[in-house]
């Protein structure tokens, strides 16, 4: 029967690595923090992650742009995502993750937006 968590693979590894990790950090302080960063920093890595795709799928700076996307906006983004990563979303290549343009375009007509001038 499938769950929210499909197979749960990615919870599985998430777990292993918090274990391996166990900063030692004291249980009244690690809750404290979590409560208080985790709902900003989920909301920020989601940003980056979808930001980085949308980047690559509408290629780069001009393609955002004529998707409608504010310039400072997109700037704003840029280094929010340099700071993140340490490196421009144009160069940043996520392990694990292809991100094949002309696949995604060719595959359907109801993606979201319109593909970037060729």
């Known amino acids: 029967m499938e769950t929210p968590e499909g197979e749960g693979n990615a919870k599985k590894v998430w777990k292993a690595y918090v274990k391996a990790v166990d900063r030692r950090t004291p249980p009244f302080l690690k809750a404290a923090l979590i409560s208080a960063a985790e709902p900003w920093g989920s909301q920020y890595v989601e940003d980056m992650i979808g930001f980085w795709v949308m980047w690559h799928l509408y290629g780069g700076f001009e393609g955002l742009v004529e998707f409608g996307m504010n310039k400072s906006t997109i700037w704003r983004k840029v280094a929010r ?5 340490g490196e421009h979303p144009d160069v940043f290549v996520m392990p694990g993750i ?3 343009p002309k696949a995604y375009w060719a595959s359907s007509k109801t993606k979201v937006g319109r593909p970037p001038k060729k």
């Open 81 to 85: 995502f340099r700071k993140m990563t």
């Open 98 to 100: 292809t991100i094949d």
